[in-house]
C-alpha cells in the first residue's frame, strides 16, 4: 500500500527515506521546527512535510511540541543513539580487555555480537602463540557454528532465535551441528554451563570457546571467545581457558554496568 502510494506520487521509498533523514538532521540542528518551515527547507509539498513529520512522530522519533505546532526530535532517537552508544562503548572497553586475555593465553580473542541472524566480531587481539595472521575483525559469521555464535543464540529470546533458525542450518564441515534438535540440547548446555566450544564446526583445525558478556540490564549484549589451532587448543585445554575467559568476560561485563548478583 504504501509503494504504490509512493508510485503514484512520483516519490521514490528511496527519495522518502532521504527527506525523513533531513527533517531529523533540520530538528537536529534547530531544535525546533514547524511544516511550513520544514517543507521550505525541503522544497516540498506542506502536505508532503506534514505526512513525513506524521510518520515519524508515530514511530516516536519527532514530537509535537503542545499547541504550537512545532516539532522537535523525539525519544525514539534517544533509543537509537543508545544502542549505537553501547556497541562504541563494547568495543572500546573490549579492546583492552581482548588485548590483555590474548596476552595472557597466547590465543586470539574476540567479541561478538548478534546481527540480523549472525554473529560479527567487533574486537580481537592475536596472542603469542597465534599461527595465523586471519583478521576476523568485522566478519560475519553462522550463529550455529561458532562458540561465540551459540553463546548469543543459547541467551537469544525464543521468538528472535526461531526467526534465526527457521531457514535450517548450513553445514560448512562434517563436524557442522545441522540437527534442530541436536543445536537445542547444546543450547541448553550452553546455558547450564555458561560457555560453549566448538570443534571444527566452521573451519577444520580450528578450534574455540565462548562466554556471555552481560550489559547494564543483565542482558547477553555479547560473547567473547578464544580460538586457535586444534592440535594446541586441546579439548583439555579447552576446558582450561573457561576460568580466565569467564573472568575476563566478567570483569567487562561490570565496566558495562552489569555486576552479578
Known sequence: MRNSAAARSGVS?????????????LLARNGEAGSTEIAAELGVHKSTASRLLSVLEARGLVEQLGHRGKYAIGFGVVRLAGAAIGRMDLARFGG????????????TVNIAIADEGIAINISQARGSAAVTTQNWMGRRTPLHATSSGKVLLAYMGEDERRQVLEHGLERY????TVSLAELAGELERILADGYAACF?????????????????????????????PAYRLSRQRIGQLVRPLT???????????????
Do not use: K, N, W
Open 13 to 25: 521509498p528511496v527519495q522518502s527515506v532521504d527527506r525523513a533523514i533531513s527533517v531529523l538532521e
Open 247 to 261: 573472568g575476563a568476560a566478567a570483569e567487562l561485563s561490570a565496566q558495562l554496568g552489569y555486576f552479578a548478583p
Open 200 to 228: 571444527e564446526e566452521l573451519e577444520l583445525g580450528l578450534h574455540a570457546l565462548a562466554v556471555p558478556i552481560h550489559g547494564p540490564e543483565g542482558a547477553v549484549v555479547a560473547s567473547m571467545s578464544a580460538s586457535g
Open 96 to 107: 583492552h580487555t581482548c588485548e590483555t586475555l590474548a596476552e595472557e593465553l597466547g590465543e
Open 173 to 176: 564441515t562434517p563436524r557442522t
